[in-house]
């Protein structure tokens, strides 16, 4: 049996080691440049946006969803008012981006060292 106290601490003292690597990371993304000379703060942002692009396409693709959750599918007519084919387009497309600079970045990631 362990003590729950002593847990306590360590996992206390891992979360600031956690936490002081978190800081070098983005010091480290702050300051690095890729190969190319982009900045790969800069290049995380464009994938956060291209996620937060996709999420949306997504939910809206899955809202166009008619299944009738009523006693009768008469109660309610549903119309769907966007192009299904063409958000799903655009979310393949913005995966497909999403892929490419996931893969630029880790790529990227084994070249640069952590600032201290």
Do not use: C
């Not at 996992?11 to 002081?20: F, K, N, P, Y």
């Not at 995380?44 to 692009?53: A, F, K, V, W, Y």
């Not at 799903?88 to 600032?115: E, H, P, S, T």
């Amino acid at each position: 049996n362990e003590d729950p106290n002593a847990l306590m601490i360590e996992a206390s003292q891992v979360i600031t080691e956690l936490s002081a690597l978190i800081e070098r990371i983005h010091r480290t993304n702050a300051v690095a440049q890729t190969n190319e000379g982009q900045s790969m703060l800069t290049l995380l942002i464009e994938r956060d946006t291209l996620e937060m692009r996709h999420k949306l396409l997504i939910e809206a693709i899955e809202a166009t969803d008619t299944e009738v959750d009523r006693y009768s599918p008469r109660e309610i007519k549903w119309h769907i008012m966007v192009s299904v084919a063409g958000l799903q387009k655009q979310a393949d497309d913005i995966a497909m981006k999403l892929r490419k600079i996931n893969i630029f970045i880790q790529a990227n990631n084994w070249q640069i060292d952590l600032v201290e």
